[in-house]
């Protein structure tokens, strides 16, 4: 479902921390080491440690923005579906993705099954990782924002939201890897 006239779930603590416009900002260089985190994987039921693929696997961060189980963001919805559709690509070229909302628990397993994700789907409803990587907010929700990191963890390439260019494409995260 795309979306609904169904609020119930919007107006919690993360819609009104996220309510005021903060710009992305362009603050993590490229080929630094990225700021590691730990959260939930609701599609595999685990916990995941970025660092964990550092020396390992290049991995793609696709923060989104889903605002509940009901209401997806009408910029991020295509992207998510590009993203799942195109998942195997991305593993068969040795890629992870790891996509990260800031819906709860509750409201991302929903999200998994409503949309059938095959990809990781990290859970970070307190915003603290969307913050660390400042990928911005606006009305209830943090901004979408895509950074893709090389096999030791360095950034490599990083799109930040705007309302001419909402989300990298699949060819261009795919590209990163030419």
């Known amino acids: 479902m ?3 006239t169904d609020f119930t779930g919007l107006l919690n603590e993360r ?12 603050e993590l260089r490229l080929t630094i080491l990225t700021p590691d985190f730990k959260l939930t994987d609701v599609t595999n039921n ?30 991020c919805y295509p992207h998510i579906k590009a993203l799942n559709e195109n998942y195997e690509e991305f593993t068969k070229r040795g890629i992870e993705i790891l996509m990260i909302t800031s ?5 991302s397993q929903a999200v998994v099954r409503d949309l059938g994700l095959k990809m ?6 307190s915003c603290h990782i969307f913050r660390t990587y400042h ?13 893709v990191l090389d096999k030791d ?3 490599i ?19 990163q890897f030419q």
Do not use: M, W
Request: proline share 9%.
């Open 15 to 26: 819609f009104f921390r996220n309510l005021l416009p903060k710009p992305a900002l362009d």
């Open 153 to 155: 963890g360095k950034l």
């Open 157 to 175: 390439y990083r799109h930040l939201f705007s309302f001419l260019d909402h989300n990298a494409s699949v060819e261009t995260l795919l590209a």
């Open 2 to 4: 795309l979306t609904s």
């Open 120 to 125: 990781p789907l990290l859970i970070n409803p």
């Open 46 to 75: 685990r916990t995941i440690k970025l660092s964990d693929y550092r020396g390992q696997q290049p991995v793609i961060l696709a923060f989104t923005r889903i605002f509940t189980e009901k209401q997806y963001c009408p910029f």
């Open 103 to 107: 819906t709860d628990k509750h409201q």
């Open 135 to 147: 990928t911005g907010q606006a009305l209830g929700a943090p901004l979408p924002a895509q950074f």
